[in-house]
């Protein structure tokens, strides 16, 4: 069965302090593992698509990165305006079908 | 750019009633989908569609009930109202194809009492 796992389900950093989020999967044959930002009140908004192990992209403060198991968002000397609930969901070779984990709500503290 | 969008942004049900949540998109994408967001609970598909008169069910699809005849619309039909429908349900589409992500809306906020 695909299944999505995000840690830590919340996070609260300084101004500057960086970290990671985690999120790991199981999936019959990945499609692509796909990172969303959710904002209170607003639908998921797409940041990366990534499709094998080994693969990475970044986007300002923020780079995702993939292994056979798990994907990592990494947060570099974050901003206020990063505070967000972060998504992480899979899409399987075998089907039309998008999976997403629970998220990590993301807070950072002036 | 509208993108995705959905109408209401809330709305509260008695028990027993029945509503059509609406979804329309101007991406002309193929693939549409109606997920419900409760906390803790993450995104749980209710049904996709992968193109006009083409239905599925997804996860949780009971008590729900959708359409799809033309590609921009994929309206959300909830009969008799149950306090378990009480949720943020969005509407998502995607151009289909390898790993093209989802574009959301930004959601109805449904409260059955």
């Known amino acids: 069965e695909d299944q999505v796992t995000q840690s830590p389900e919340a996070l609260r950093l300084q101004e500057g302090e960086s970290s990671s989020l985690n999120c790991s999967y199981t999936v019959s044959g990945l499609r692509g593992l796909f990172w969303y930002r959710q904002d209170p009140g607003k639908g998921p908004e797409f940041l990366f698509t990534?499709?094998?192990a080994g693969e990475e992209k970044e986007k300002e403060r923020l780079k995702a990165t993939i292994t056979k198991k798990e994907s990592f968002l990494h947060i570099t000397a974050p901003k206020p305006e990063d505070s967000a609930t972060y998504l992480c969901a899979v899409q399987a070779n075998t089907g039309n079908q998008f999976y997403f984990g629970t998220g990590t709500s993301l807070t950072v503290i002036p | 750019n509208a993108g995705v969008t959905q109408t209401p942004k809330f709305r509260i049900l008695k028990i027993g009633q029945s509503m059509t949540l609406q979804c329309t998109q101007d991406m002309n994408h193929n693939y549409m989908y109606w997920y419900r967001q409760d906390p803790g609970m993450g995104l749980k598909l209710i049904y996709y569609s992968v193109g006009a008169g083409i239905t599925d069910k997804g996860e949780v699809p009971n008590g729900y009930n959708v359409s799809r005849s033309t590609t921009e619309d994929f309206p959300l039909r909830l009969e008799l109202a149950a306090p378990s429908q009480t949720s943020v349900y969005f509407c998502a589409s995607s151009k289909g194809g390898t790993s093209s992500p989802l574009h959301f809306g930004n959601g109805t906020r449904l409260t059955v009492t």
């Open positions: 990534l499709y094998s």
